[in-house]
């Protein structure tokens, strides 16, 4: 049993537009601009809650089954060491990358990089305004990318919204030089299909980077995202000359059209096209989250991405959101975004099986490898009805011999677990905060939690950036583990080095 521990306290242009050269990011200096809501993983931030919820809501609390506002509560085997809130920019914090000694958070306003040689104390070190939800964000040499998902007038960072339906939109991925980490500089961008909700770097190990740009049409109203909008843009950028990053093709990952949906399976997303996508390049393997469809493919030919075996949940998978290898590449946890990152499902009603985690094991060889479920895994802590709650972005804890993952669970907290036996995987530690309010539904919450050299590093939705701290004798060898960065949808091999 973990003991508990307690503190008070889009659309659409299609096409390819390159920024014009020398263009700067904007340092901020003034209040930035309001952030644009997403249509995937956070389309409601606040929602209407009955008199007799907010009831429940507050009785709960009184009868200590869930924290009280902003109470924080976790298992004795993991330490808050600190958070740091949001400056300049007020926007939804998003995905994170590392490199070296610095973290960088995305924000539906731009991104932040923050100093992290002292994990205790972060520093911020710059906060850029680029706004375009959602921002998700990676890193690579002295390039950062940022993924543009919402209707834009231009590809600038002075950009404003405008209706999704005006053929003049533009969205896709945008380039930054950072080697200033004080002053980045923005240099290129691409514009693709949709936008780019998500995006997953594959380099060749040569001259190039691809990038994996994942995009969907919530709506098939929008321009370019017109059915069949069935795969994913690839992009190519050139290390020594990203200015000439280009679009190189459209790769269709269901020639048959992907998960109908409803009605022919109620409550299952229609595919139209991908949500994310995890790249083992150790392995030249991929795995694709892609709405009403989980995939295994082969990246041998980063250009030519092949399918090896696409699997659906059709009873309890309402959308496949985000995938993750264990390091032995025989497993992928694949999350389930019930409700698209605005509804409280982490609670009695929605039980333990939707809103949750699926583990696949991976079985047999080459291009016969076949994705086989074997169990659920889902946060037990009941939450209220008015928090956002559901299975969210997470990360490997590299310990040979077991298969540990931490993951962010919005309001949910930070989950750590263990599915070393897929068939029953169970939580070994957790940290959450009680509800921002109890008044209405809102999203708040971690975005994204990630195990980087020693410690677990948490962009919250509302709070701002967090540091935790592991102390259990399963994780502690992986304290002995360095890297010199991480993307965590570029999954690394561990162990060799």
């Known amino acids: 049993m973990i003991s508990l521990h307690t503190t008070r306290v889009r659309r659409r242009r299609l096409g390819v537009a390159a920024a014009a050269a020398g263009l700067f990011a904007a340092l901020l200096t003034a209040a930035p601009a309001a952030a644009t809501p997403d249509p995937g993983d956070a389309p409601v931030e606040r929602g209407s809650v009955t008199t007799s919820q907010q009831a429940e809501a507050r009785a709960a609390i009184r009868g200590g089954d869930i924290p009280g506002v902003d109470e924080i509560v976790h298992s004795s085997n993991i330490k808050h060491l600190t958070n740091v809130p949001k400056g300049a920019l007020k926007g939804t914090n998003t995905d994170l990358a590392f490199q070296g000694k610095y973290a960088y958070v995305g924000n539906y306003d731009g991104f932040v990089i923050y100093d992290i040689s002292n994990p205790k104390k972060p520093k911020t070190v710059s906060e850029v305004l680029c706004p375009g939800s959602q921002n998700d964000i990676s890193v690579s040499g002295n390039l950062l990318f940022l993924s543009t998902d919402s209707s834009r007038s231009d590809d ?41 909700h998500t995006h997953t770097l594959v380099p060749d190990g040569k001259k190039n980077i691809y990038i994996y740009v994942s995009s969907y049409s919530p709506n098939e109203t929008f321009p370019d995202c017109q059915p069949p909008h069935d795969g994913i843009s690839i992009i190519k950028v050139p290390v020594k ?101 605005g509804a409280a499902t982490c609670n009695e009603e929605i039980g333990p099986k ?62 750590v677990w263990d599915f070393t036996n897929s068939a029953k995987p169970k939580e070994i530690a957790f940290f959450e905060r009680g509800p921002v309010t109890l008044d209405q539904v809102t999203t708040a919450g971690p975005w994204s939690a990630y195990y980087y050299n020693g410690y677990i590093y948490s962009s919250d939705i509302a709070k701002g950036f967090d540091v935790l701290k592991l102390n259990d004798w399963r994780t502690d060898p992986a304290d002995r583990v360095k890297l010199d960065g991480l993307n965590v949808q570029t999954q690394p091999d561990y162990f060799a080095r």
């Open 156 to 196: 600038s960072c002075s950009s404003s919204t405008q209706p999704a339906t005006e053929k003049s939109s533009w969205e896709g991925m945008k380039i930054f030089d950072i080697s200033n980490k004080r002053h980045p500089r923005y240099i290129a961008a691409v514009e693709t299909a949709c936008g780019s």
């Open 241 to 341: 000359k990203p200015q000439k990053a280009k679009l190189i093709s459209f790769s269709n990952l269901f020639p048959d059209g992907g998960n109908p949906g409803a009605p022919q399976n109620p409550g299952v997303s229609k595919t139209t096209g991908c949500h994310d996508i995890t790249v083992l390049p150790s392995k030249d393997l991929a795995a694709g989250a892609c709405m009403g469809d989980g995939l295994l493919f082969s990246i041998k030919d980063p250009e030519r991405p092949k399918i090896i075996d696409r699997v659906q949940d059709n009873v309890n998978f309402a959308f496949w959101h985000s995938a993750t290898f264990n390091q032995g590449a025989n497993k992928v946890v694949f999350t389930d975004e019930l409700g698209g990152g």
């Open 354 to 415: 939707r809103g949750a985690d699926g583990i696949y094991d991976i079985v047999g060889k080459g291009d016969k490898r076949k994705l086989v479920f074997r169990s659920y895994f889902k946060i037990d802590r009941h939450q209220a009805d008015v928090e956002v709650c559901v299975a969210h972005n997470g990360s490997i804890i590299p310990v040979k011999g077991r298969d540990l993952m931490v993951q962010a669970w919005y309001q949910g907290g930070i989950s």
